[in-house]
């Protein structure tokens, strides 16, 4: 099991989890730190979904906006955010229960996913020794 203090590191969150994450504490939401950043909110998205990353100085200007440093946004070790069970623990348990509940099914679409993305490279590899 992972331990609580690295919930942002790099075995546990990726470099969008930390985004988000930091982002969720410094209470923006992302149409604001999108405007600051001086990006599209479509930027910003596919930065917290790992579907592209900043280039370095957008690297340095996310790290002070949200008050994390530049090493944590990129490998989850040094001065981040605090875990989201440190977090939880002042919630009530049904609240608790449903982003359990949350966590779990995000983890079973991310391995859905996987699993979608193996099933379409052999689809392709098949079709293309059909032709």
Not at 105 to 131: C, S, V
């Amino acid at each position: 099991m992972t331990d609580t203090t690295d919930w942002y590191g790099p075995e546990s969150a990726t470099f969008g989890d930390r985004i988000a994450g930091a982002r969720e504490a410094a209470g923006m939401d992302q149409e604001k730190l999108a405007r600051r950043l001086g990006v599209k909110l479509k930027t910003l998205q596919a930065w917290e979904n790992d579907i592209s990353e900043p280039r370095a100085n957008r690297l340095q200007m996310i790290a002070g906006l949200l008050n994390v440093s530049l090493v944590w946004l990129l490998t989850g070790e040094g001065d981040g955010v605090a875990s989201p069970e440190d977090v939880e623990a002042s919630l009530p348990a049904d609240v608790n229960e449903a982003l359990l509940e949350i966590r779990a099914l995000k983890t079973q679409i991310g391995a859905a996913g996987d699993r979608l993305g193996r099933l379409e490279k052999t689809l392709r590899k098949l079709l293309k020794e059909r032709q």
